[in-house]
């Protein structure tokens, strides 16, 4: 069983990260850009396993697939 407040503090942190992408696509620093985006996907894939112990992979999968849209890609 999904304990409510970990899943809603997992997504916030996913949420969190993507937003820290989408801030790190802009930046300026090329070669320091790729590092940061590479440390936030490593970051994100251990909050999606995190997330897949409380709702199952397809459905972690799903939510941060979801996130990310939201916030990288600007979609409600």
Partial sequence: MANN???ARI????EAECEA???GLTSYAITAQHRF???RYDRLGALQEELARHVGEQEAME???GLYIKVVDGDS
């Fill in 11 to 14: 997504r916030a942190q996913i």
């Fill in 21 to 23: 992408m989408q801030r």
């Fill in 37 to 39: 985006i590479n440390a």
């Fill in 63 to 65: 939510q941060v697939v």
């Fill in 5 to 7: 407040s970990e899943v």
